[in-house]
């Protein structure tokens, strides 16, 4: 089993910055890759980026060159800056299991408002 905390959600003005983090615990041999997902009012889940065990990364077209995504050890990072009006979103932690279901995190608010 794997679970997962998030944190480092809030309200932020344009063009300004925040760092998310999902602490993973329990059976961290089992996962294969670590992302974030968004979801905003009225739209689907899509995947903002996600990182793999050994490092790679992959990010969404809209935010390239402004999001990163990182782990240390049993935590995830996803710094986003430059953010924007239609940044605003849920933002979930997911973790991808070698063997079981899938894991999601439950949620942090960003709030892009001037």
């Known amino acids: 089993q794997v679970q997962v905390v998030e944190s480092g959600g809030g309200l932020v003005q344009p063009g300004g910055s925040l760092r998310l983090s999902c602490a993973a615990s329990?059976?961290?041999?089992?996962?294969?890759?670590m992302g974030w997902y968004r979801q905003a009012p009225g739209k689907q889940r899509e995947l903002v980026a996600d990182i793999s065990r050994g490092g790679s990364t992959n990010y969404a077209d809209s935010v390239k060159g402004r999001f990163t995504i990182s782990k240390d050890k049993n935590t995830m990072y996803l710094q986003m800056n430059s953010l924007k009006l239609e940044d605003t979103a849920v933002y979930y932690c997911?973790?991808?299991?070698?063997?079981?279901?899938?894991?999601w995190g439950q949620g942090t608010q960003v709030t892009v408002s001037s």
């Open positions: 997911n973790v991808q299991l070698v063997i079981g279901p899938q894991v």
């Open positions: 329990g059976s961290l041999f089992n996962i294969y890759t």
